[in-house]
């Protein structure tokens, strides 16, 4: 099985989605157990997803400790 050995924090983008609306993008990367690496992006929104899919991790349930560092700006949706 592969898996991530590590991730660094490229560089920030800003991009268009639709016609007007600007999102800012992450740009990482990523480095895998077979010696491979891969840039990846991710929305600032992806972010807030990840706390939504790992809520014990995010601290949302009562007796985890939080190991999700803290967010500046949740996206009001």
Same mark, same amino acid.
């Given at each position: ?17 639709? $016609? ?14 077979? %010696? !491979?690496?891969?840039?990846?992006? @991710? $929305? ?14 995010? %601290? !949302?349930?009562?007796?985890?400790? @939080? ?11």
């Amino acid at each position: 099985m592969i898996y991530v050995t590590g991730a660094e924090l490229d560089s920030i983008k800003e991009r268009l989605v639709g $016609s007007k609306k600007k999102q800012y993008a992450f740009v990482f990367c990523v480095d895998w157990s077979d %010696g !491979s690496s891969c840039d990846i992006w @991710r $929305s600032y929104n992806d972010f807030f997803e990840l706390l939504d899919s790992f809520p014990e991790e995010a %601290g !949302s349930v009562r007796g985890f400790a @939080r190991i999700i560092p803290y967010l500046p700006g949740a996206a009001e949706t």
